[in-house]
């Protein structure tokens, strides 16, 4: 939100208390508490009246300084409240003379000039005193402010802290300095000069609204802002002064972490030790899944045809999903196979799955009037209320349907009942759509939870009321969610996918900038519509999507109101899907490896360019290439022409299929055929390649076949290999010395090992 009017004035009717200096410091137990006028205090008289703020400054971990600022302390805390890991603080490391406050804690610093009131934030190495202390960010002048809207003077201030106030913080940006982050955002990868709006809307893929909005930006000099915050606010991102990010939130309160780190990689380990770690989705869920679409009609045999149609043409598909029509017209969400179409769902499941096919669902928050659940849930108080005490209710997506209340803990295992029964019948998957419409105006939760605060954590609740039954009633790991909204915390949920997108290359381009923001963002697993959901696209489209979709985390092909089976498209489009399916499976042990470090640090499996190399001066914009993990590079190719452009960073790399070398340092202008994306090992890198191409999941360490690539003199690489239950099955540690390779391979295992030099 801007307030100001260029440099110097602020927008008429807003009048600005920022903070001024500090008048009185008090240890808290492991905190600082900072009384901050807003005025210079001359003398006693200044202090008679006036707005003053209260600031706290504490530390959850090493690494992270948290900073909250009250107008009014009084005022009552409003529900809900981000689930954060870290609730102890750390003591703090405090040094204090007339004109500064230095505090630290691990590698972060943070130094407060008491008049006038200035912060400035440091990170190092390692936290000791005797090391170089590099500046991050700081706020100084007006920066941090309480604003208020139409003040009149103190006399004829309203009473607490209204919708006409607003707490303000302006962080700085410095040259060369490139922000990324703030969820899964369609717009320009690089946030610079962007108004972000964290506020989860149904807008597709080709807007500024996101599904995703997270209250965290990352920047490439090693540091993250995490802002506590789950209503909607803006990020102003150089949009409103080019050398500052500023975020603004209603009322009296504003609650900011600052995570530092020694790159941009140690940052998202540290903002997912503070808001959780991407749980670790099981094997299987790594194969390629295959939809019925969203509006298409269905019945079993359309099913068993599409099924057996990839597997008779030797795609080995691995799980089938049923979109919303799976159950009544009018009825969603009532959790009922429409009987007329399937009058044996239960059997029907056992067949596919005695194929080897795993099964998702369909499902939303949404009850539509008209069945008896619907009726059920008024009579019970399930479903979130008008201020009058009438259900609301609206007509989209469903005639009449209600919003069911997950902060009553009686609704939240009333709907798990209905999950429950649907996983006792078979079901491994839950796609949990929508979530983003949640009203604001004339609601009423049944915790009291402020409705605001409500329109993007809805999401959370919603997610996790899923997850929670799939733990308890599959058993631990076997969690495994196919989710559109998230806020922050939501990658505990996983896995996510990218929403609506046209089926153009414009939209393939938007889904991999969006998935790579969110990736930023402290999620781990990423999916998007292979061949695009809006419309058909064209063979040729099609048959690029599938390259990229199938060197994604998770892949799934899904439409709106026509089938994604290749043949469909033509049969070549049969021998790509075959082709880059088999082709992941191969490659599962080494994407289950990144997998499962994922769900251990946070570090996403798909990476940005500038997650790798941050030094490297070519790559802070680079939004159409990627690393899986961190040896493989993916430069998905976006047009008709054939024509494949791509940046290498420094270093001999390898192209995968030819294992032709490319120096590095330099990009690429190639005509690629179809199955011949441009997919490079990084050099010193060693890759495990699985024994199995007929499905993700097997026993990743029997006959893995060990491809060490391009080590120099004196240098060394490892890899590990996991097995079905987690465990490292195989290590091996390679070192060239004296122009040879030598190995040191531990596992009682079979397997071979290749150099490709």
Aim: proline residues 4%.
């Amino acid at each position: 939100m801007k307030f100001e009017n260029g440099c110097w004035i602020f927008d008429e009717g807003y009048t600005c208390f920022p903070a001024t200096q500090v008048y009185f410091v008090k240890k808290e137990n492991n905190a600082l508490l900072l009384t901050v006028p807003t005025t210079h205090i001359t003398g006693k008289g200044d202090t008679l009246g006036g707005v003053n703020l209260t600031v706290r400054i504490s530390s959850p971990a090493e690494g992270i300084m948290r900073l909250q600022t009250w107008h009014h302390t009084g005022a009552r805390k409003k529900l809900p409240e981000f689930e954060l890991e870290l609730s102890d603080e750390l003591p703090l490391d405090v040094d204090e003379n007339e004109k500064m406050l230095t505090i630290t804690s691990g590698n972060i610093r943070l130094e407060v000039d008491k008049y006038p009131f200035t912060l400035r934030y440091y990170k190092s190495k390692d936290g000791s005193r005797n090391t170089e202390w590099k500046p991050i960010t700081s706020s100084k002048g007006r920066d941090l402010a309480c604003i208020k809207k139409d003040y009149k003077g103190m006399a004829y201030d309203r009473a607490g802290d209204t919708a006409d106030t607003y707490m303000r913080e302006n962080l700085s940006i410095t040259v060369d300095e490139h922000i990324y982050g703030c969820g899964e955002r369609f717009t320009a990868f690089v946030k610079n000069g962007q108004t972000v709006r964290i506020e989860h809307k149904d807008g597709g893929t080709s807007t500024d609204q996101a599904y995703k909005n997270i209250p965290f930006y990352i920047s490439d000099k090693g540091y993250g802002v995490f802002v506590n915050h789950p209503e909607p606010f803006d990020f102003e991102i150089g949009s409103d002064s080019v050398v500052k990010c500023e975020f603004a939130v209603e009322g009296g309160y504003l609650d900011y972490y600052v995570i530092a780190g020694e790159g941009m990689k140690d940052v998202l380990v540290r903002y997912t030790d503070l808001t959780g770690k991407p749980s670790l989705p099981a094997p299987w869920t790594y194969g390629l899944w295959l939809s019925t679409s969203f509006t298409t009609n269905y019945d079993e045999n359309t099913v068993m045809s599409m099924i057996d149609g990839m597997l008779d043409r030797g795609i080995p598909l691995r799980t089938f999903h049923f979109d919303c029509c799976w159950m009544r017209d009018y009825h969603w969400t009532d959790f009922t196979w429409d009987e007329k179409i399937f009058p044996d769902p239960a059997g029907m499941l056992r067949r596919i799955k005695e194929k080897g096919i795993n099964i998702c669902v369909w499902i939303n928050p949404y009850i539509a009037q008209g069945n008896d659940i619907f009726d059920e849930g008024v009579q019970k108080g399930y479903f979130v209320r008008r201020t009058n005490g009438d259900v609301w209710q609206w007509d989209m997506w469903q005639p009449g349907m209600a919003l069911v209340d997950f902060t009553n803990p009686e609704a939240v295992s009333w709907y798990q009942g209905f999950l429950g029964e649907l996983l006792d019948m078979g079901v491994d998957a839950i796609k949990t759509d929508f979530g983003e419409r949640i009203p604001v105006d004339d609601v009423v939760y049944y915790d009291g939870s402020d409705p605001k605060r409500m329109h993007n954590y809805y999401t959370y609740l919603y997610n996790k009321t899923v997850f929670d039954i799939m733990e308890s009633r599959l058993g631990k790991g076997k969690g495994m969610l196919f989710a559109r909204s998230a806020t922050a915390g939501g990658q505990k949920f996983p896995v996510h996918w990218g929403g609506d997108c046209w089926s153009d290359y414009e939209s393939m381009e938007e889904s991999i900038r969006g998935g790579l923001s969110l990736q930023m963002s402290g999620f781990g697993y990423w999916a998007h519509d292979i061949g695009g959901f809006e419309q058909t696209s064209t063979p040729d489209v099609y048959k690029r999507w599938v390259g990229f979709g199938l060197l994604s985390s998770h892949s799934r092909l899904h439409g709106s109101s026509s089938y994604r089976v290749p043949w469909l498209y033509d049969e070549e489009a049969v021998d790509v899907v075959r082709f880059f399916t088999r082709l992941k499976a191969k490659l599962m042990p080494y994407i289950y490896k990144t997998a499962v470090e994922t769900s251990h640090t946070g570090i996403p499996t798909m990476r940005a360019m500038i997650l790798e190399f941050t030094g490297d001066r070519n790559v802070p914009y680079i939004d159409k290439q990627f690393m899986l993990g961190d040896s493989l590079l993916v430069a998905p190719i976006f047009n008709d022409e054939s024509r494949a452009e791509f940046y290498l960073p420094e270093g001999t790399w390898t192209e995968f299929f030819t294992e032709k070398k490319y120096e590095g340092g330099r990009w690429y202008k190639e005509t690629r055929g179809y199955c011949d994306i441009p997919l490079f090992v990084r050099p010193g890198s060693v890759i495990a390649i699985g024994a199995r191409d007929d499905r993700p999941d097997y026993d990743y360490a029997d006959g893995t076949e060990l491809r060490v690539y391009g080590l120099e003199e004196g240098e060394t690489a490892s890899t590990v290999v996991y097995d079905m239950n987690n465990e490292i099955a195989l290590t091996a540690t390679f070192t060239k010395r004296g122009g040879e390779v030598t190995g040191d391979v531990r596992t009682d295992r079979k397997y071979t090992i290749r150099y490709v030099d």
